[in-house]
């Protein structure tokens, strides 16, 4: 595979033999970096389980001091009060059967959704739907409860998901090239 110039230069700044401080390693890549785009930084780490067994498999949340540097969609499942709740807290898309109705006929136009518990037996219509792209709520990642307001705040401010991949890998962003190293 033919080396760009920018390639070839990286190649010779970075030791590949050499183990680097997480720092470090951020440092070297702001310096040389070279693209005309705002990079994203993300880890990979190989867990090394085995992901047939289910008692294995990693999942949940992490916030991050400074989010990810990206402005995230959040729709609110609920009903009555609570809809005026995910209003104040900042929710880009607020409904309910109206909302099921949309992601029914395919409107997706959101990042995550929250939704009360009392709002679950009538997500399964679209369970099949937003399951494969990652979206169904879940207790476990916090997009299922009756606290709105906290939940909406917590995804606006800088909350990343995380999972295992078929291979017992992690991958997560965790932040931009133009951040200060510390954060």
Known sequence: ???????????????????????????????????????????????????SKTDQNIRGVISLPKGLGKKVNVAVLAKGDKQAEANEAGADTVGEIDL???????????????ATPDMMPSIGKVAKILGPKGLMPN?????????????????KSGQVQYKNDKGGIIHAGFGKINFDEGD
């Open 139 to 155: 207790p476990k990642l916090g997009t299922v409860t009756n606290d709105i307001q906290i939940a909406v705040k917590n995804v």
């Open 1 to 51: 595979m033919k080396k760009t110039k920018n390639n070839k230069k990286l190649i010779d700044v970075i030791d590949t033999s050499k183990i680097y401080e997480p720092l470090d390693a951020i440092k070297i890549l702001k310096e040389n970096s070279y693209t005309k785009f705002e990079e994203s930084l993300e880890v990979a780490i190989n867990l090394g389980i085995d992901t």
């Open 100 to 114: 099921i109705d949309k992601i029914s006929s395919g409107k997706i136009n959101f990042d995550i959704l929250i």
